[in-house]
């Protein structure tokens, strides 16, 4: 089973790191392949979601809504977001070992 990729990026160099195994950078074992090249030359998809700061969150808001009000539907955003990203990775990795 792969550990996915893990990607970094310096500027516009991005070096991707695939194991074949969860190991700590320091470990030796499993099969790793680099990859150094250009970000634009690379196809990783679209970025995952992040989840809204509270200011954020606020900004999008009615003026309306009170302090209590605001911070409660910030909570069930929050709820809802992580909901959301665990739903995504099982959907993503349902037919894996």
Known sequence: MLAGPVYIAVGKVVLVVICSRPA???????KVVVWLG????LEVGP???VMKTFKEFL???DDSV?????????????IEFRRQQMQDFFLAHKDEE
């Open 66 to 78: 009170d302090e209590t009000e605001s911070v409660k539907r910030y909570n069930e955003y929050k």
């Open 24 to 30: 700590p950078p320091q470990a030796l074992g499993g």
């Open 38 to 41: 250009n970000l634009h030359e």
């Open 47 to 49: 970025p995952p979601p």
């Open 59 to 61: 900004l999008s808001l």
